[in-house]
C-alpha cells in the first residue's frame, strides 16, 4: 500500500467509524460494552489517549527517522481523565478532531519515511507503516466494541 493509499485508508476509517459512533445515545455511551468491562465512554476515552500518544511517536518517526519510546498506562490514563463523567457528543467530538489531525499529518509524511523503525519499551521493533495499520485495527476493534449492542 502506497503513501496515498495509505492516507486515504487513513481517513476512510476514521470517517466510517465516526458514522457508527453517532448511533450511540448518551444513555448507550454510559453503559459497559460487556459485563465488568469499560463503558462506552470510556473506550472512547482510550481511543482519544491512543490518537494523543500515537499521534506524537507517528511524528518522531515520521521527523527524525525513528522512534523508541515508554508505553503508557492506559487504565490510569482513562482514570485521570474520567471520561465516565464527560459528555458522549463532547467526547466524540474530540476524538473526530484528534484524528482528523493525525490523518492529516500522516498524509504529509514521505514514503520512504514510512519504513522508520519504531519500538515501544522492549517490543521488537516495526516500521511506521506497520504502527499507522495497526493503530486504524486497534480504532476498528475497539469501534466495534462501542457499537456492539
Excluded: C
Aim: hydrophobic share 45%; proline share 3%; charged share 20%.
Amino acid at each position: 500500500m502506497d503513501q496515498n493509499h495509505l492516507a486515504l485508508e487513513f481517513r476512510a476509517r476514521i470517517d466510517a467509524a465516526y458514522q457508527r459512533l453517532m448511533q450511540i445515545s448518551e444513555a448507550e455511551a454510559s453503559t459497559p460494552y460487556r459485563a465488568g468491562g469499560w463503558l462506552r465512554k470510556q473506550v472512547l476515552g482510550h481511543l482519544l489517549d491512543s490518537a494523543a500518544n500515537n499521534h506524537v511517536r507517528i511524528a518522531h518517526a515520521a521527523i527524525a527517522g525513528q522512534f523508541e519510546g515508554p508505553g503508557y498506562d492506559q487504565d490510569e490514563w482513562v482514570r485521570m481523565h474520567n471520561y465516565a463523567e464527560m459528555a458522549w457528543p463532547l467526547l466524540l467530538s474530540q476524538w473526530q478532531d484528534r484524528n482528523r489531525l493525525l490523518a492529516r499529518f500522516v498524509e504529509q509524511i514521505p514514503e520512504n519515511r514510512l519504513q522508520s523503525p519504531w519500538r515501544i519499551a522492549a517490543a521488537a521493533a516495526v516500521t511506521l507503516r506497520f504502527v499507522i495499520t495497526d493503530y486504524l485495527s486497534h480504532l476498528d476493534h475497539h469501534v466495534a466494541q462501542i457499537t456492539s449492542r
